[in-house]
């Protein structure tokens, strides 16, 4: 992913694309009714939830993550919309990437980033 996530990151489209195809397949899996033979336990995931926290900001700064770096208001909205499929083991682990004042550090710390109905 290294090489590639420059390039990706800076094509926003393809980025949220990929990102929704992405968040799209963790809800097949660890949606509230998906039926698994085996049940997947969240903590088996922990090394993907990184990685999609490092994308987005690197996407959200435009280049290697700084200390203040935040991921766009599109992308919070897009990870919201997404964990409220997901089972709650799973919403835990997204939860602070959401456009929600309430419930995520980004939006608290940006009022910017918090969307208006």
């Given at each position: 992913?290294?090489?590639?996530?420059?390039?990706?990151?800076?094509?926003?489209?393809?980025?949220?694309?990929t990102l929704?195809?992405?968040?799209?397949?963790?809800?097949?899996?660890?949606?509230?009714?998906?039926?698994?033979?085996?049940?997947?336990?969240?903590?088996?995931?922990?090394?993907?939830?990184?990685?999609l926290h490092?994308?987005?900001?690197?996407?959200?700064?435009?280049?290697?993550?700084?200390?203040?770096?935040?991921?766009?208001?599109?992308?919070?909205?897009?990870?919201?919309?997404?964990?409220?499929?997901?089972?709650?083991?799973?919403?835990?682990?997204?939860?602070?990437?959401?456009?929600?004042?309430?419930?995520?550090?980004?939006?608290?710390?940006?009022?910017?980033?918090?969307?208006?109905?």
């Amino acid at each position: 992913m290294g090489p590639l996530l420059p390039r990706l990151a800076n094509a926003q489209t393809l980025f949220s694309k990929t990102l929704s195809l992405l968040l799209n397949i963790l809800v097949d899996v660890f949606g509230r009714n998906s039926q698994l033979s085996a049940p997947i336990e969240a903590t088996e995931i922990t090394d993907l939830i990184d990685f999609l926290h490092h994308v987005i900001h690197y996407e959200g700064q435009g280049g290697p993550v700084q200390a203040s770096s935040k991921p766009r208001s599109e992308i919070l909205a897009l990870f919201g919309r997404a964990t409220e499929n997901l089972r709650p083991d799973v919403q835990h682990l997204l939860s602070h990437l959401n456009s929600d004042a309430n419930s995520s550090i980004y939006a608290a710390t940006h009022p910017k980033i918090v969307q208006t109905p």
